[in-house]
C-alpha cells in the first residue's frame, strides 16, 4: 500500500493531531514504513513526537532545504517538523504553483515509504491546500457536535475545489468519530446526522468511535504513543481497531 493521508478539520479540538500520531503508530506496527509531517504551526505533533525544530516543514515549503535534510529518524518512524513560523505561510506562499510546493517535494521521498500522514492546521489556507493537492486520500475527524457537522460541510467544499483545479485523484477516506461519549444521547444524535452527512459526501463514518479518556493527554505529555503509554486503555483499543478498520 502507497498512501499519502491528510489529516483534515477546519474546527479545532477535535484531536487531529492525536490521530495523527495514533494512527501512524498503529500503521508502523502493522510493520509499515511511516513518515509524519506536521503542517500546524502548532507543533502539537512535532512536541508529541519528540522531534526538534533545526529544519522543518515550513523550510521545504519555501524551498530553502531539501526535504532529505527535513526528515528526522525516529524509533519505529521517521518524521519532520512543525516551525511557529508556518503561521505566516499564507502571506510567505504567494507565487503561481504555491498550492503544488508539498507535493513537488514528497516526489523525492514518498516510494521510500509505505504510509504518509500529513498533520494539518485548523483553517483552510495554504498549508491546507498544499496537503490536499499532495495527498492522495482525506481522514476527517470529528466529534459528535454541531460545530464538527458545520466544519464537515467546509472542508467537503475546500476537498472539491482542489479535486477539481489540482489533485482529481483525491478521495475521501472516511469520517472518524472522536472524543466519543456513547451515553450522551447528543453524541447518539449527531452522529447520526454525521453519518447522513457522509452519505451525501459519498464517503462513510469508520464504525470504529474513539472515546474520550486522560490516558491520551498522558501519552502526548510523556512524548510517547498511546500503544506503548497505555496499551490496554479505551483510546489504544478503539485506535487499533480504527487501524484495522482503515486497512481492511
Known amino acids: 500500500m502507497k498512501d499519502i493521508i491528510a489529516v483534515i478539520n477546519q474546527k479545532g479540538g477535535?484531536?487531529?493531531?492525536?490521530?495523527?500520531?495514533?494512527?501512524?503508530?498503529?500503521?508502523?506496527?502493522?510493520?509499515?514504513?511511516?513518515?509524519?509531517?506536521?503542517?500546524?504551526?502548532?507543533?502539537?505533533?512535532?512536541?508529541?513526537?519528540?522531534?526538534?525544530?533545526?529544519?522543518?516543514?515550513?523550510?521545504?515549503?519555501?524551498?530553502?532545504?531539501?526535504?532529505?535534510?527535513?526528515?528526522?529518524?525516529?524509533?519505529?518512524?521517521?518524521?519532520?517538523?512543525a516551525n511557529p513560523e508556518l503561521s505566516a505561510a499564507d502571506i510567505i506562499l504567494t507565487k503561481t504553483g504555491k498550492e503544488y510546493r508539498l507535493k513537488e517535494a514528497l516526489e523525492a521521498i514518498k516510494d521510500k515509504y509505505d504510509i504518509i500522514i500529513i498533520d494539518t492546521p485548523p483553517a483552510l489556507g495554504i498549508l491546507t491546500i498544499n496537503a490536499l493537492t499532495a495527498c492522495t486520500s482525506v481522514i476527517i475527524p470529528a466529534q459528535a457536535d454541531i460545530f464538527s457537522l458545520q466544519g464537515i460541510g467546509q472542508v467537503y467544499n475546500t476537498i472539491k475545489a482542489v479535486k477539481q483545479y489540482c489533485n482529481p485523484n483525491l478521495t475521501i477516506k472516511g469520517i472518524l468519530l472522536t472524543r466519543y461519549n456513547a451515553r450522551s444521547i447528543l453524541s447518539r444524535d449527531v452522529s447520526d446526522l454525521i453519518t447522513e452527512t457522509a452519505e451525501n459526501l459519498q464517503t462513510i463514518v469508520y464504525k470504529t468511535a474513539i472515546r474520550e479518556s486522560v490516558s491520551v493527554k498522558e501519552a502526548q505529555a510523556k512524548q510517547q504513543d498511546i500503544f506503548s503509554y497505555a496499551p490496554k486503555s479505551n483510546p489504544a483499543n478503539d485506535y487499533r481497531a480504527f487501524v484495522e478498520e482503515y486497512l481492511s
Open 14 to 81: 477535535v484531536g487531529k493531531s492525536t490521530t495523527v500520531h495514533a494512527m501512524g503508530a498503529g500503521l508502523a506496527l502493522k510493520m509499515n514504513k511511516v513518515l509524519f509531517i506536521d503542517l500546524d504551526s502548532q507543533c502539537n505533533l512535532t512536541y508529541a513526537l519528540g522531534l526538534n525544530n533545526d529544519v522543518t516543514s515550513f523550510e521545504v515549503l519555501i524551498n530553502k532545504e531539501k526535504i532529505d535534510e527535513a526528515i528526522q529518524k525516529c524509533s519505529g518512524w521517521d518524521g519532520i517538523a
